[in-house]
């Protein structure tokens, strides 16, 4: 597994290429004409564009006026499969594209640039995870969507954190065992909610882990009404806190519903966009990441997603370079947990 310092390296090189690119450093008029250009080559391509809550509000607005969609990694994937469009274009991070791919393998499916990646699947190599599972073989292999295609092939369950619980619940009741990976974050939540046997992978989103407890304790003295929404990638001291734990559209919804006018918010600030469209008047404040004397409050941004910009989405219109692809041996066998997930998830709608 990689070290807290090669992430940390691998971090700071994709931090410094988003900050080259921006969308939001744009002039208003580059921006519209990036627009234009970007919505004629959809058209023209036969391509629908998905972007996740995380990504540039520009590039998820874009996506809704072109009739794509703005949603988690489940419903990105899942849009994408029932679209008529030949082409889907991921505004996202790598393993959102590869499980685009793995359930629409007769789409193409393009991204803005493929080096945009996550933490939890950098720190979960398939070699080293595949290793970790085969000790306990006794033990269901339940893995959080954000991981490598590999990874999820090794899996007996694929899990999003809006279905995670119910899962882990499930397999609980069958008097199962669980290897959970890569997030332990998440992982400890659900153990702690759902009392499962649950042995962690180490891993971490880096975005989530930098939120602080005793800044968010801080924040709420001074905004003593305001309900706090915790992401439970976050560590277990920031979940204490929380009025609300959840996945993105958990969140979005609880802003939604709750009587509260003022929302202290734990998770990317990407969120914001699809968060006040649900909530309008509604105040919302980033959750602290940093302590006193720091240049931000809250820094929590991940920097894989601000690669998604329009010059970039632009480009892999007009080029069709930055294509996802998966050995169609791996994608079926990755295609088996993630079908047990959206057929589990189905079954709870109906």
Request: charged share 25%; hydrophobic share 40%; net charge negative.
């Amino acid at each position: 597994m990689l070290t807290e310092k090669e992430i940390a390296d691998k971090v700071m090189v994709r931090e410094h290429l988003a900050r080259i690119s921006l969308t939001s450093e744009m002039s208003v008029q580059d921006t519209e004409a990036y627009k234009e250009e970007i919505k004629s080559l959809l058209k023209a391509n036969d391509a629908c564009l998905v972007a996740h809550y995380y990504t540039d509000p520009v590039i998820q607005a874009l996506a809704e006026e072109t009739g794509g969609c703005v949603a988690d990694s489940l419903e990105m994937a899942r849009f994408g499969k029932h679209h008529e469009a030949s082409t889907l274009v991921v505004a996202g991070v790598r393993f959102m594209g590869e499980t685009s791919k793995i359930l629409s393998p007769e789409k193409t499916i393009l991204m803005p640039t493929l080096e945009a990646t996550c933490s939890l699947d950098i720190g979960c190599p398939e070699q080293e995870f595949s290793a970790f599972c085969d000790q306990h073989p006794d033990r269901q292999v339940v893995v959080y969507a954000n991981t490598s295609a590999a990874v999820k092939a090794r899996a007996d369950w694929v899990v999003t954190s809006s279905c995670a619980l119910e899962i882990v619940e499930h397999l609980m009741d069958q008097g199962q065992k669980i290897i959970w990976g890569p997030d332990k974050h998440l992982g400890r939540y659900i153990e702690r909610e759902t009392g499962a046997d649950m042995l962690m992978w180490n891993g971490s989103c880096i975005v989530h882990e930098e939120f602080k407890a005793k800044g968010l304790t801080d924040l709420k003295a001074v905004y003593p009404d305001a309900a706090i929404l915790v992401h439970p990638e976050s560590p277990e001291a920031m979940v204490d806190l929380a009025d609300v734990v959840g996945s993105t559209s958990q969140l979005i919804k609880a802003a939604q519903t709750m009587p509260n006018d003022t929302f202290i918010v734990a998770t990317d600030k990407g969120i914001f966009y699809k968060m006040q469209q649900a909530a309008p008047g509604k105040q919302l404040i980033e959750a602290p990441t940093r302590g006193n004397g720091a240049t931000c409050r809250s820094c929590a941004l991940c920097p894989w997603m601000a690669m998604n910009s329009l010059e970039r989405l632009a480009a892999v219109l007009r080029n069709k370079d930055q294509e996802i692809h998966v050995d169609d041996a791996l994608r079926e066998k990755a295609l088996i947990p993630l079908n047990r997930m959206l057929d589990f998830t189905a079954s709870l709608r109906r």
